[in-house]
């Protein structure tokens, strides 16, 4: 059999406690320079380096916790940072210590008078955070499946990538969760609208990073940070062990950008549970009484959502009408 190897990196905002005039999420003010953060650079060190004290700690916390923190960068947008995990052969292992990351950094950010969000988007203007998969598979040996002797990729990793490219529409419901999880689905936010793979190209769902024989992996990047981190990796590992045990075909490598010819993934609620609901092939994995148990109070859920009437709309709508 086969032993995945997993490591899951976790996007999130700090943003400031006090809201805007507008009643607003702001971004933080920085504890060194005390100015607040209107922009960012994605992997910039300057970007770290007021919030320096803040992830020193989370690195601190991490590891009298048995946390594997790994890395931490500077993301697209204003306060917005990511943090790797190491990889290890423990799946459940892995989303336990993706849980704790996540109640030590809220912990440790009301210390340094910030508030820490893993909304999937706090921001309309910036990209959403995103709860990134990196997936490979161990033989008996410890050797690399995904990598053929030569270096290249495996069939192995080509089956891998077609069934997850054929199951991800049904899965959507389960890697965004929730009705603001869809917000975070809009084009040029470093977030994938169709189901598509490719090499180092990070406008698709399944990345392959640059790796050599030992390291070849994919990168799942279609779940929010809002995303229950155990049910997503069910997810991703069925997708993974259906083309393997079917031997699916995987469709060419896709180049940057939305490709015309490939339909988008579910980006509404509704669309995507119904596609959760109907699904043909991940209720061989995950029960069908829990799909349709989870979608029952999912529904629930939007239509909660969509009997509130909205500050926008009263804004819009109270005088016009």
Known sequence: GYTPVVALELEFYLVDPQRSPEGKLQPPVGYVTGARETMSQVYSVDGLADFAGFLNDVNQLAKVQGVPADSAVAEAAPGQFEINLKHGEDPVAACDHAIMLKRLIRELAGRYNYEATFMAKPYEEHPGNGLHIHVSLQDDAGGNVFANANGDDSKILHHAIAGSIEMMPETVALLC????????????????????????????????????????????????????????LAAVLAGMLYGIENKLTAPEAASPGIKNDLPLLPHRPAEALSALAENRRLSGYISQEYIDLYALCKREELQRFERHVTALETEWMLKTA
């Open 177 to 232: 969760p929730n009705i603001n999880s869809y917000r975070r689905l809009v084009p040029d936010m470093y977030v994938p609208l169709q189901a598509s793979w490719g090499h180092n190209n990070r406008t698709v769902s399944l990345r392959i990073p640059a790796s050599g024989q030992q390291d070849r992996r994919i990168e799942h990047r279609l779940a929010g940070a809002d995303a229950n981190p155990y049910l997503t």
